[in-house]
């Protein structure tokens, strides 16, 4: 192993270890971490990424595709960006949610219409909610079926709208 594979390096693409033991770059999370985090916030099976690898470009930023490559690689992009680790808290991204999170059965949080049209607002708003503070599934009942919005952040009573500026949309 060369000495540049044991850093993180915001031009390539790294595969996650699978445990602790296997880790080479301090702080990077595993496969296992990640899988036991979806599991324990959100109640995700793990084998539900059965078939995904993980991997990190930069610091922190996760990416989750759908088959193999080989360690390292220095591509622009490679699946889609799942999770931001190196944080207080781990982030789940929106298109994360909205692939994975209609398989939640912890923190998820169904909204009304006016609610979820104030959330895809990209706003904030009061919500009485008697779970865990930190990220949440947003959904909403659609044609029958609850569907994944995205991810909140909740906390003091507040659900805040983690919704990308490029990606709010006004449908009130």
């Known amino acids: 192993m060369t000495d540049d594979q044991l850093e993180n390096r915001s ?26 985090w979806w599991d324990e916030r959100f109640g995700v099976d793990p084998a539900t990424f059965e078939g995904y690898t993980f991997w990190e470009r930069g610091a922190g930023k996760v990416w989750a595709f759908a088959g193999e490559a080989d360690s390292p690689v220095a591509i622009e992009g490679l699946g889609m960006v799942f999770l931001r680790t190196r944080r207080e808290h781990w982030k789940p991204t929106l298109e994360a949610v909205q692939r ?20 895809l607002a990209g706003e904030d708003q009061t919500l009485d909610w008697d779970g865990d503070w930190g990220y949440l599934v947003v959904t909403h009942e659609l044609a029958g079926e609850s569907e994944p919005l995205g991810v909140a952040l909740y906390v003091h009573g507040e659900l805040r709208s983690q919704v990308p500026k490029g990606r709010r949309r006004d449908l009130r």
């Open 11 to 36: 031009d390539r693409f790294d595969r996650l270890p699978a445990t602790a033991e296997q880790r080479r770059v301090p702080e990077r999370a595993t496969r296992a971490d990640v899988l036991a």
């Open 100 to 119: 994975f999170g209609g398989r939640a059965s912890r923190n998820v949080v169904e909204l009304s219409r006016p609610e979820a049209a104030t959330f």
